[in-house]
């Protein structure tokens, strides 16, 4: 079976190869992130950066800002091989992960508002085209 991506061209893309090549990336990137952590010198780490996740609320609220901009839990909690290291605190990483949860929560929220409205909108659109 060939899978062609253009008219013109006539080259053949399998989706098999495309899905051994995803894998492989991820599979790269995630060695290449391990043995990036393994080389970061984890007290200039904390206090450059990882001092401002002490408090709680700031914690919470860069989950939130976080997962507002990404809006995937996924990229979001790429901040979990940080705590296996021993880079992250326990508490400071539970109140981000709250933050981007519940975050996650409002945006599906929203999204779903939306789409019903586009939905209703749509059908009421089709119902007085039929009835005309």
Not at 15 to 36: A, N
């Amino acid at each position: 079976m060939c899978y062609r991506y253009s008219s013109r061209d006539h080259q053949c893309v399998w989706p098999g190869s495309c899905v051994s090549s995803g894998i492989g990336s991820i599979l790269l990137s995630t060695r290449l992130f391990d043995r990036l952590l393994g080389t970061v010198d984890k007290e200039r780490l904390r206090q450059r950066y990882l001092s401002r996740l002490n408090d709680k609320w700031i914690s919470f609220g860069l989950g939130l800002v976080f997962i507002g901009f990404t809006t995937s839990v996924a990229f979001s909690l790429g901040v979990v091989p940080l705590y296996n290291r021993g880079h992250i605190k326990r508490a400071e990483i539970i109140p981000y992960i709250l933050g981007a949860n519940l975050g996650t929560l409002v945006d599906t929220l929203i999204q779903s508002g939306i789409i019903s409205n586009i939905c209703v909108a749509l059908y009421k659109f089709a119902n007085r085209n039929l009835s005309d």
